[in-house]
C-alpha cells in the first residue's frame, strides 16, 4: 500500500453477475460535505463546489477552535 491508497476494514464481500462488492469501513476519518438536493435528499459536493466551500468551513472550524 502506497501514501495515496487508504486504509479500510472489509466488512463484507459477495459477488453479483460476475462483479465483487465490498462494504468497507475507511480507518482514518473522512470529512463528507454535501447540499440539500432535490426533494430534500442530501448530494455531495461537485469538486469545484469543495474547492469554494471547504475553505470557508475550515476557517470557520478554525476560528471556533480559537474561542474554546
Do not use: A, C, W
Not at 465483487?20 to 475507511?26: F, K, M, P
Request: charged letters at 30%.
Amino acid at each position: 500500500m502506497d501514501d495515496t491508497e487508504e486504509e479500510v476494514e472489509i466488512l463484507v464481500s459477495f459477488e453479483e453477475e460476475g462483479r465483487e462488492y465490498h462494504l468497507v469501513r475507511l480507518l482514518d476519518p473522512v470529512l463528507l460535505v454535501g447540499k440539500i438536493g432535490n426533494e430534500n435528499t442530501r448530494i455531495l459536493l461537485t469538486p469545484e463546489e469543495s474547492d469554494v466551500v471547504m475553505p470557508q468551513l475550515e476557517r470557520m472550524f478554525m476560528s471556533n477552535q480559537d474561542g474554546m
